[in-house]
């Protein structure tokens, strides 16, 4: 081989060993990037792994607020069928209270009635009391009068019987 030859192999085997060396720098340079890389996909995938057991965590969590809610609807159907009964219950204890008015209001008017008539007969009654007192003011008069009027007779009758023995 010549040596120009020569020269142009080695000159060739220089740039290619050149080569070669940027390139070997070059792949560990993307050998540190991909380990980088690597690391941060494995960060990132252990930083997966925990939203994912938050994530299910949060799934039994909801499942168990959804059987809570359901069980919460339950009752307020339940709530709302009593009530409804509590409501039934109360329509009809009002038609009571309202009949129990009227017949308040009739009693009442029955009350008044009988408030006007014992008032007329409180009125006859004083009218009789006062009758009575003035009858009794006349008879008593009377029977004063009589008493004494019989007093004398019997005093005249005492008088006549002692005389019919003295003389008898």
Avoid: C, P
Wanted: charged share 40%; no cysteine; glycine share 10%.
């Amino acid at each position: 081989m010549s040596d120009d030859t020569r020269d142009l192999l080695l000159k060739v085997l220089d740039i290619v060993t050149t080569i070669k060396e940027e390139h070997g720098q070059r792949l560990d340079g993307i050998d540190r990037r991909l380990d980088g890389i690597d690391r941060k996909l494995d960060e990132h995938g252990q930083r997966l792994d925990g939203i994912d057991r938050r994530l299910d965590g949060i799934d039994r969590k909801l499942d168990e607020h959804g059987r809570k809610l359901d069980e919460h609807g339950r009752k307020l159907d339940e709530h709302g069928r009593k009530l409804d009964e509590h409501g039934l219950r109360l329509d009809g204890i009002d038609r009571k209270l309202d009949e129990h008015g009227r017949k308040l209001d009739e009693h009442s008017l029955s009350l008044d009635e009988l408030g006007r008539t014992a008032s007329v007969h409180t009125q006859r009654l004083t009218a009789i009391e006062v009758e009575q007192r003035q009858i009794k003011s006349m008879i008593g008069g009377l029977v004063v009068k009589e008493v004494a009027r019989l007093d004398g007779r019997i005093d005249q009758l005492a008088q006549d019987v002692a005389l019919l023995r003295r003389a008898g």
